[in-house]
């Protein structure tokens, strides 16, 4: 019984660290989605990870988008939107909150340089979704044409 304490702790910070989807918080109160779209990811480099990016725009004119992995782990898979299309790839137009538990989701104001941006301006987009397989490494795992690249 000596061990009961550790591991009661070890039990606590095992449910405290699972994933659950009550993580994901809504950008503010009260809010209806006014104008959505979704991407469908599809997997690259053997990775056999899929999912979805969607876009929103709410009635405060907030602007997210959600991340949804499958087939994934509890890793962390760092996110972006990049300009340009999937195939021609491009340098990083937004980073993105990285998917933790197979799920991200990011409020999106400005590109990383600053420039304002909003959900129609993100319509028009000459760009793409890419998930990297992990912080440390920059593979791309998963992609998506958005904007005027979509299909």
Request: charged share 15%; with cysteine.
């Amino acid at each position: 019984m000596k061990n009961a304490p550790f591991l009661l702790i070890l039990f606590v910070m095992a449910l405290l660290s699972s994933c659950s989807g009550d993580d994901i918080e809504p950008t503010g109160v009260n809010e209806i989605i006014v104008d959505q779209i979704d991407y469908n990811l599809i997997a690259v480099n053997n990775s056999g990870i899929t999912g979805k990016a969607t876009f929103t725009r709410d009635s405060n004119d907030n602007t997210t988008i959600l991340i949804e992995l499958v087939n994934t782990n509890t890793d962390e898979h760092p996110a972006y939107v990049n300009f340009n299309s999937a195939a021609e790839g491009g340098p990083i137009a937004i980073t993105l909150e990285p998917c933790t538990c197979a799920v991200s989701t990011t409020v999106v104001t400005q590109l990383d340089d600053g420039t304002p941006i909003d959900f129609d301006k993100l319509l028009n987009l000459d760009g793409h979704v890419s998930i990297q397989n992990s912080p440390s490494n920059d593979e791309i795992i998963a992609v998506v044409d958005i904007g005027i690249n979509a299909n």
